[in-house]
């Protein structure tokens, strides 16, 4: 979760990317640890799966590739 905010400019930077309505919300889940389930997916778009939904939440995307588009999922498999 650090390396998302770190990539993505703090609380601040989360909250403008992702469109939420403060970053208060942001730096709760930097606090705990942990992006909510439902944020996973746009969380892991906005850094361009640098930090893949598998590394945000392995209980709910329980393979490396889980959560990544296909594209993407490919190249990463196949080294591309």
Do not use: C
Request: aromatic content about 10%.
């Amino acid at each position: 979760v650090e390396k998302v905010f770190e990539s993505l400019g703090g609380p601040s930077g989360v909250q403008k990317t992702l469109g939420l309505k403060t970053a208060w919300g942001a730096a709760k889940w930097l606090n705990a640890n942990r992006i909510p389930p439902y944020r996973v997916i746009p969380v892991s778009r906005a850094v361009n799966y640098q930090i893949t939904p598998h590394e945000l939440d392995p209980e709910l995307y329980p393979y490396p590739s889980d959560g990544i588009p296909f594209p993407l999922n490919d190249e990463m498999n196949h080294g591309k």
